[in-house]
């Protein structure tokens, strides 16, 4: 059987999804997508946006009718990272570029899936979010852009790289901003709301980078943020209030604010004095083994002295 493209067949764009590319060519063929699908060869109703969606297809008789080559397929496809603990590639189109789709409509590039896209790699504009009016102005402010484009930028570098110890690090950061943050508790990083997602940004690049700063923001603003994160996290008490204590030694928060918590978890004072028990459990050790002994040696003798001594 000879294998014929279809007729009418619109310019693929630079680095656009392949499911854009499929629903568009579906529309210049006067077809819906599930016919094109079928006749594509594909079992499902919605057009593959990921490779592990394109398994199972006949690949070869689709470039074939699409007339394009296994590694344009595969340039049109989105990159997950196995078992990596947050998923930086959002499942479906929540942002666009509105110079972009006033081009080409219902065009969807593979980039404004990524959380850290903020900006159009095709023309520059800003991208916003899906439901937006024609021509409505979102006033965000300048330091908060400045700031989510530094984690933006951040994000990107960590996801390429690929660790999944750094991710499970920004997963609990995620955590703790929310917690720290209540106003951002059901935002993310794939919000619509462009405010909330720059914050989200904002917020995790300074948590990741410098904690303390962050934390002392926090306690500035709201005292009962380390009483929040002792609640939310209980496995961690320890090291939430060596945080918190540091926090509020820092100049950041108010000094008012801080003295609360200063009373109630003061800083810890280490006893460098030597008890009586451990001096004569060190001599006898030095007096059975010798002084030029090996010292992991002189230890043992000495902690087994001290047991005896003790029972």
């Known amino acids: 059987m000879t294998i014929r493209p279809r007729p009418r067949r619109p310019q693929p764009r630079q680095d656009e999804l392949l499911s854009s590319w499929v629903t568009r060519l579906a529309a210049a063929n006067y077809c819906s ?3 094109l699908l079928g006749y594509l060869g594909f079992s499902s109703e ?4 990921t490779g592990h969606e394109l398994q199972g297809a006949d690949t070869k008789r689709f470039g074939a009718l699409a007339r394009l080559s296994s590694s ?3 340039g049109m496809l989105l990159v997950r990272r196995a078992g990596f603990p947050i998923d930086f590639v959002s499942c479906s189109d929540f942002q666009h570029c509105p110079t972009c789709t006033q081009k080409v409509p219902g065009v969807s590039l593979r980039h404004w899936r990524y959380v850290w896209s903020t900006i159009c790699y095709s023309c520059g504009t800003g991208l916003l979010p899906l439901g937006t009016v024609p021509g409505e102005k979102f006033q965000v402010p300048s330091r908060l852009e400045v700031r989510a484009s530094k984690g933006a930028v951040w994000l990107e570098q960590l996801y390429w790289r690929g660790s999944q110890q750094v991710g499970r690090q920004v997963d609990l950061a995620l955590q703790i901003v929310r917690v720290l943050a209540p106003e951002l508790r059901h935002a993310g990083l794939c919000s619509k709301s462009r405010h909330d997602r720059y914050a989200m940004l904002a917020a995790v690049h300074l948590l990741m980078t410098r904690p303390l700063v962050a934390v002392s923001i926090a306690m500035r603003r709201d005292p009962t943020a380390g009483e929040r994160l002792r609640m939310a996290f209980p496995g961690q008490r320890n090291l939430l209030d060596q945080l918190v204590y540091l926090s509020c030694s820092s ?3 108010a000094k008012d604010d801080c003295k609360i918590q200063k009373a109630r978890f003061p800083a810890r004072k280490s006893d460098n ?10 001599k006898k050790a030095i007096e059975q083994l010798g002084v030029n002994a090996d010292r992991a040696e002189l230890l043992r003798c000495a902690d087994r002295t001290l047991e005896k001594s003790r029972r």
């Open 251 to 253: 100049p950041t928060p």
């Open 33 to 35: 997508v599930p016919e």
């Open 72 to 74: 344009d397929i595969q």
């Open 273 to 282: 004095t030597i008890k009586p028990d451990f001096l004569a459990a060190a």
């Open 46 to 49: 919605s057009p593959p946006d």
